[in-house]
């Protein structure tokens, strides 16, 4: 089993590397602004969903399969920057709401087109299809495992866990604050409109990098 020690290091390493920019919590960020924190809150848990998949995973040791094979890491790759592209696209087109429209504090802005299940899956999809993040479990996991404290498939989804935690607890954060911040622009049409189309653009930007640095 995990030491407190190592518990406690692993939550902190976890928390820190959950606030480093990158697609996950700059797309709870960006959607909170747009749609209020308890809409970024459901990203945040699908999200966390996805780190399930990635923490079974690197216990079954499909993701040093998934790394040794070019073809299915390219596969992973072009899969997630399109779902980037895709959610670039959504964002650039998607309607925007007056003020006399705002229903509440805090959602200002209604999920007409998004159920709650949709919204939860964008968070699952958007993680799961970032081999980047199979990538970094398979590299990040092992090192606070010790061989002698148990099986090391045990300690490996025990870590997963608490990794979790903290991306539930930094993400969440995020969409709280981003959420809160963001209904200065739900008064204004024109500043939601510009926030989605920087939205968009930042998706895209994401997208090219995703292939530039993985391709």
């Known amino acids: 089993m995990l030491t407190l020690d ?19 919590n700059v797309f709870v960020l960006l959607h909170s602004a747009t749609h209020g924190w308890r809409s970024g809150f459901l990203v945040v848990l699908g999200l966390c969903t996805g780190l399930l998949f990635h923490t079974a995973a690197v216990a079954l040791g499909l993701a040093a399969l998934m790394a040794s094979s070019s073809i299915a890491f390219t596969a992973l790759t072009l899969l997630g920057a399109l779902y980037l592209l895709w959610l670039a696209w959504q964002s650039w087109h998607a309607p925007v709401h007056s003020s006399h429209a705002t229903s509440s504090l805090d959602n200002p802005v209604p999920d007409s087109i998004l159920s709650t299940r949709q919204t939860y899956s964008r968070g699952v999809l958007m993680n799961i299809t970032n081999p980047k993040v199979a990538i970094f479990f398979l590299a990040f996991l092992p090192q606070f495992v010790v061989a002698n404290q148990g099986a090391v498939g045990l300690q490996i989804l025990l870590l997963g866990g608490i990794f979790m935690v903290a991306t539930l607890f930094t993400f969440g954060a995020i969409a709280f604050f981003a959420g809160r911040f963001g209904q200065v622009f739900q008064s204004s049409t024109f500043a939601q409109r510009s926030l989605n189309r920087l939205a968009s653009l930042i998706f895209c930007a994401l997208a090219m990098r995703l292939l530039v640095t993985n391709l």
């Not at 518990?7 to 606030?19: N, R």
């Open 6 to 24: 190592t518990t406690l290091t692993f939550f902190a390493a976890s928390v820190m590397l959950a606030l480093v920019p990158g697609p996950d």
